[in-house]
């Protein structure tokens, strides 16, 4: 099978997982947002970003690693293995540790009990199967399937189970653990490998992972120290709004573009040698994921203020403007966001660590300021600044990495871009003259009525920007090829 054969099927079945994981999750957050109140998201996020941030401290990226070696072996892999072991049994002792004075700090005893917890978590989370990697690198993702859905089956139904019958933020602690063990038995039900103890490649693993350990660390705790910021200076209750509607406005543009991305790393590390071809694959796919994102991103943005109290009750109305914004930031965020996976592929790791540190001395400032500034809405417009300059930090490194302008970058998505500014045109207008009803059979109608609407006028419009730019080269081009060759494959299997 030839590899861009691979990368389509392997996109293919990634999509039907993230279709699963993310109707899964999104059901998930709606029930438990009826159930649990904000605070008690607020909670749990403050200890779920604690969590995050001494990950990513301590991230030793294997499966990276791996996917980047020729010719990866066994020592490779149990290396891999070993790394994760000791590394996660570290961390989770340092967060028992840590329970007791965050817990001071935030003046909240609660928190030292969900971070007792979530250390069982973190010593989960470092003995997954690292031979998950190899299939990934062979553009192999059917086990990737089966691991990921059985993982968040667990996860929702554990966590709505639980927030059933106690009503407690108990329920988003006990779900994420119980979901996370079930990864990892999954993982190696599906994958077979037997852990050996193994560090004798641990110089090959560090130097690809080194400087990826510092760029997540710095990364990581810039993309969530906003949360912590908030927890302190304002209350958990603001946290859980702040934390549910980032969430919300992150899972369309993610789940969207995900099943693409996903395949990029390993499929742009298969054309290094060939920077030519390399360079027109990252233009392709980067169109294609703008393309998807964009709709959705700011489509999701558009209906927020019609979803939120439908789906999710008065209580969580707040959250509608970090939706209405953070949604549009992600969807435009994508342009020129897959620097990240071009650079894996040509291990130019320490660019990515160079990008991380420039953005946490540029956007920690931003955000603290807006925070006291202009408390929730003061954070909201930081982050839109944030969002610009990374757009600007990305398409430069791609222009040092293929050589292509950023003008050329930036152009390839202005298509996409004006089909999009149609469909808030026409959906805000169609918006504007609907009566506002009380029935939430009514007001269902509407938002998908909205939705149809504004899917229909992208696609519409795009197809005919498309057309009078000449039909050059591109996502639409993409796209028709990829429904032609699937309309013809139904027929030959009908014949």
Known sequence: MSNLRKIGLGSLILTASRAIVNALGFVSTIMLARLLMPEDFGLVAIAVSLQTIVIAITYVPVSQALIQLKEPSQHHVDTAFTIGLLRSLAIALLFVGASWPVAAIFEEPRLSNIMLALA???????????????????????????????????????????AYIWQSYWALVVGTVGGQLATLIASYTFVRYRPRFDLSEFRAIWSFSGWMTLSGAISTINWQSDQLFIGKLLSPATVGVYSVGNNLARLPTREATMPLTSVLFPAFSNLTSDLPRLARAYTRAQGLVTAVALPVGVGFALIAGRFVPLAMGEKWIPSVIVIQILSSVFAFQTIGSLAQPLALAMGHTKTLFKRDIQLFFIRLPIILAGLVLGGLVGVLIARVVAGLIAIGFNVVIV??????????????????????????????GISSVMPISGEWIVQLAQAVALVVTGGLIYLGGGLLIWIAAGKPQGPEATALDWTGKGIAAVRARRA
């Not at 292509?404 to 871009?417: G, P, Y």
Request: hydrophobic content about 50%; overall charge positive.
């Open 399 to 428: 222009k040092s990495l293929i050589g292509q302008s950023i003008v050329k970058q930036l152009a390839n998505s202005w298509r996409s871009i004006l089909s999009v500014i149609l469909m808030v045109i026409g959906v805000e």
């Open 120 to 162: 069982a978590s973190l010593l989960i989370s470092g003995i997954t199967n690292p031979r998950r990697a190899l299939l990934q690198k062979s553009l192999v993702f059917k086990q990737e399937f089966g691991i990921e859905v059985v993982g968040k089956l667990f996860t929702v139904g554990l966590s709505i189970t639980v």
